[in-house]
């Protein structure tokens, strides 16, 4: 039972590469978001997507973009990594308004 | 601006110790009330929602409760397996579907 599957674990990027974070998940969901996790800071959404075919943007969009591939995949690019782009990112999945969101768990990307 | 406040910030509890963590919201209308436990290089795993003011939810040792402005989540004689960070979220019921989460509580049981 894989719930919701993040690719890579773990990315080390060079300043002004892009990337292209990938999420899967198997339980039927119809939401999927990207969260970043700093530390002394909660997790803040980047982008979600409510349905399949559709995108929004969270708090921090900035330097992001994302693509609801179908109903299972989510994946986040960034374009042109910059160090504040440091993070770790966590991708989730819920049935929709009011159902508790479950997560993966996570891609450690580092920008040197 | 929708707001949550997790205290403490760490917390170190003998075996056996009950204690209680506080989440503290404002929010423009909650729709829920989510806790979350993490562990090092984990993603939060759920372990309860929590709808309106007066409502509790229990799962082994953890019982978690909700008021108007806060929620506790409630250990009872912890055991070091219980050690992680929790985290408190909430759910405005205007805008998008998404979380505002707290920066969360360290919780070590110590043997």
């Known amino acids: 039972n894989a719930g919701v599957t993040q690719t890579p674990k773990f990315q080390v990027l060079k300043t002004g590469q892009s990337m292209t974070l990938q999420c899967a998940q198997d339980m039927n969901h119809n939401s999927m978001y990207w969260y970043r996790q700093d530390p002394g800071m909660g997790l803040r959404l980047i982008y979600y997507?409510?349905?399949?075919?559709?995108?929004d943007k969270g708090e921090v969009p900035n330097g992001y973009n994302v693509s609801r591939l179908n109903k299972r995949e989510f994946s986040l690019r960034l374009e042109s990594a910059a160090p504040s782009q440091t993070s770790v990112y966590f991708c989730?999945?819920?049935?929709?308004?009011?159902?508790?969101?479950?997560f993966g768990d996570g891609t450690r990307l580092s920008i040197l | 601006e929708d707001q949550v406040t997790q205290s403490p910030e760490a917390l170190r509890l003998q075996e056996g110790e009950s204690s209680s963590l506080n989440c503290s919201y404002t929010v423009s209308g909650l729709r829920g009330l989510f806790w979350y436990r993490q562990d090092p290089g984990k993603g939060p795993e759920f372990l309860f929602t929590l709808y309106s003011a007066g409502e509790e939810k229990e799962k082994e040792r953890l019982k978690a409760t909700l008021t108007k402005k806060e929620s506790f989540l409630h250990i009872t004689a912890p055991k070091p397996e219980d050690s992680a960070t929790y985290l408190c979220a909430v759910q405005a019921s205007t805008g998008a579907n998404n979380l505002f989460f707290g920066t969360g509580t360290r919780l070590t049981v110590i043997p």
């Open positions: 997507s409510a349905s399949e075919g559709t995108t």
């Open positions: 989730a999945s819920n049935l929709g308004s009011n159902q508790p969101q479950h």
